[in-house]
């Protein structure tokens, strides 16, 4: 369960975020959805404890964010963009993340077969392609069993296979009933993998509803069309 109350976020003068608040259930799929710049990235961050909200509160599985860090264990979090340390081996990162969580990495060799990431597990992370960057991403995010599970943007660079392999591992996650936050600007992919929507425009929440009320309140049969609907307001 994620409980945000009233978040406000500034950059200087621009405001990010204008006094978000939602609720969402555990086990719940939920796409977040909105045009660049429009307060996803930093939503997310400021749940997960990288950006420190102005005012206002988040609670994530009955523990409120006030500095402390553990609730990250139960959490996932695969980024848009992963950084990594260019010289260590893919093998070595998967090893180093390891030693940082102290957790058990219960589906790592399931995940580096699932992703075809075998052949590169000695490869340095600078000669990997962006795709198999992806996939090293989403085996570190998955690979814990969390039970809260952050994909930003996740399969930018992946080609068609390793895609459908991703959508399919998250939807057995979704399955064993992960709470799962997707942000992407495909809408076919939300379309495929979530259940619930959340529309933000201009620092602001316009929708958090279910994808099949969107569609029928906005006369559409595709997200895409709902989405631009929306925007046109």
């Known amino acids: 369960m ?12 621009l405001d990010v975020l204008k006094g978000m608040s939602l609720e969402i259930p555990q086990g719940q799929a939920t796409g977040i ?28 599985n009955g523990v409120t964010l006030n500095g402390n860090w553990l609730y990250r264990n139960d959490i996932g979090y695969m980024p848009q963009v992963a950084r990594y340390p260019e010289n260590m081996k893919v093998q ?18 399931e ?3 699932q992703f075809n990431l075998r ?30 599970l952050f994909f930003d943007e996740p399969t930018a660079g992946l080609d068609p296979r390793a895609s ?3 959508k399919k591992r998250v939807q057995e996650e979704k399955d064993r009933g992960k709470t799962v936050i997707i942000t992407s600007h495909i809408m076919s992919e939300l379309e495929q ?19 099949s009320n969107l ?12 989405i631009a609907k929306m925007m046109e307001v």
Do not use: C, W
């Open 193 to 211: 993998l979530v259940d619930h929507v959340i529309f933000i425009l201009d620092g602001e929440i316009r929708y958090y509803g279910s994808m």
């Open 111 to 113: 995940l580096i077969d």
């Open 164 to 166: 459908h392999k991703f």
């Open 119 to 148: 052949p590169e597990l000695d490869k340095q992370l600078r000669t990997l392609s962006g795709g198999n960057r992806q996939k090293v991403g989403a085996t570190l995010a998955m690979m814990f069993d969390p039970k809260l």
């Open 33 to 60: 959805v909105g045009p660049n710049g429009a307060g996803k990235t930093t939503l997310i961050k400021t749940i997960l404890g990288l950006v420190k909200p102005d005012s206002g509160s988040i609670e994530v």
């Open 2 to 13: 994620i409980k945000i109350k009233e978040l406000k976020k500034s950059f200087g003068s």
């Open 92 to 109: 070595e990162v998967l090893d180093f993340i390891t030693g940082l969580r102290e957790q058990d990495d219960i589906y790592r060799e």
């Open 215 to 226: 569609l029928t309140e906005n006369k559409e049969e595709r997200l895409e069309g709902a």
